[in-house]
């Protein structure tokens, strides 16, 4: 999803994207790291990659956040998923966007931590009473109200509150900005599929976030 | 052609949102339809406001600091990685300084495990006896003696068991065992 289109005014700019592309400038330096690691020459790849860092880390961070609620455990996945992705780079096919294999990694390492996080909560059975909303929203005072923390809040536990693959079609495509075919490769699923389950998840949160609209 | 009646469904106009690809058909009505272009500005906003709420606390929390960090982070990772090639074993000059040293250790060591090999089958006792056997039961049939050989294996074996079931068992309860062992003096004088 891009955010600068404007949806009201229909595009007359926006056309199928050709089927052969030129790759991607991340496409070329994956290729040009591959050739490095097997040239030996690792420390030049690892300079390469960090463009690669670069990048991709904010969107990353920002998916991985809104996976796990946590920013020292997002910070952990991102770092993960970009060591995955330098180990396993060889994997890598380029008829595929890199950003959507990347993408891809990174979800399995925030799905891997929410796993390992529900099994740590299984076993230290009820600690405190768990809340996964952030910490500054278990006291939200009339003037955070009026700081917008509240509506922050709300979404948050509104998305929190969709079935799990819907709340992964609406992360990837509306926070990591992919399309639907995107999030298709991402996941496997098919993309008729996603659509559907895109397509819920907004009805959901309209629903759920009705009383805001107005407050806003 | 677009009947008047008919108006996008939410989903439709959801796809509109997401898609980079051009819905015409759709196009082509909200140009006119003003409740639809509402319904879709709606969404837009809210989808939008969402996006930008999620956003803005991400990128709060990773600030430009956090970001640095995480990819020093990485980097030292990657460093602390071994590197990920195979090294050729052996290596290319010590397979040419120790190829001739190694090839005759190698034949060496074959032509020893064949001789001994082929004095073991030579000069194995049983075997003598075994022909030695075969040649007089041949020439001179006597099942009396092979009987009581028979019956004097057997008690042989009856005080081997003996000795091995008790818990103390002297010396010479091991003699039946000490017979059926072949020894080197036995093969000595054999070969004289």
């Known amino acids: 999803m891009k955010r600068t289109r404007s949806a009201a005014a229909p595009s007359s700019t926006a056309a199928p994207v050709p089927s052969a592309a030129p790759p991607s400038p991340d496409t070329v330096t994956a290729s040009d790291i591959r050739a490095m690691v097997s040239r030996g020459e690792l420390s030049a790849a690892r300079e390469a990659f960090d463009y690669i860092v670069i990048r991709h880390q904010r969107r990353a961070s920002r998916i991985a956040l809104m996976y796990l609620r946590d920013t020292a455990e997002a910070d952990e996945a991102v770092q993960d998923a970009f060591v995955r992705a330098f180990t396993r780079l060889e994997t890598y096919r380029d008829e595929h966007p890199f950003e959507v294999w990347f993408t891809r990694i990174l979800v399995n390492a925030c799905v891997d931590r929410q796993r390992a996080r529900q099994r740590r909560a299984r076993r230290l059975v009820a600690l405190d009473d768990m809340s996964t909303e952030p910490a500054a929203g278990r006291s939200a005072s009339p003037e955070r109200r009026a700081t917008g923390l509240a509506w922050r809040e709300a979404v948050n536990a509104a998305v929190e509150r969709l079935p799990a693959r819907q709340r992964e079609v609406f992360v990837l495509c509306h926070l990591g900005d992919h399309t639907p075919r995107d999030v298709s490769m991402m996941t496997g699923m098919r993309e008729s599929t996603v659509r559907v389950h895109l397509f819920r998840a907004v009805h959901k949160l309209r629903a759920a976030l009705g009383a805001w609209r107005d407050l806003r | ?192």
């Open chain 2, 1 to 192: 052609m677009i009947c008047a009646d008919w108006h996008p469904d939410d989903e439709r106009l959801l796809a509109r949102y997401v898609d980079r690809d051009m819905d015409a058909t759709l196009d082509q009505h909200l140009a006119w339809c003003r409740s639809c272009t509402r319904r879709l500005d709606a969404m837009t906003r809210d989808l939008d406001r969402w996006h930008h709420v999620a956003a803005d606390e991400a990128d709060a929390l990773f600030d430009e600091p956090r970001m640095a960090a995480q990819r020093r982070g990485i980097q030292q990772r990657l460093g602390a990685m071994p590197a990920a090639r195979v090294l050729p074993f052996p290596a290319p000059g010590d397979t040419e300084r120790h190829a001739p040293i190694a090839r005759i250790a190698a034949a060496v060591l074959l032509v020893a495990m064949a001789g001994a090999a082929v004095f073991r089958v030579l000069e194995m006792p049983g075997r003598v006896n075994s022909t030695a056997l075969r040649a007089a039961a041949t020439r001179n049939p006597a099942p009396v003696r092979v009987v009581r050989e028979a019956a004097a294996d057997a008690t042989e074996l009856e005080d081997i068991d003996l000795a091995l079931v008790r818990p103390r068992t002297a010396v010479a309860e091991l003699r039946a065992l000490d017979e059926f062992t072949p020894h080197v003096r036995d093969i000595v004088a054999q070969r004289r």
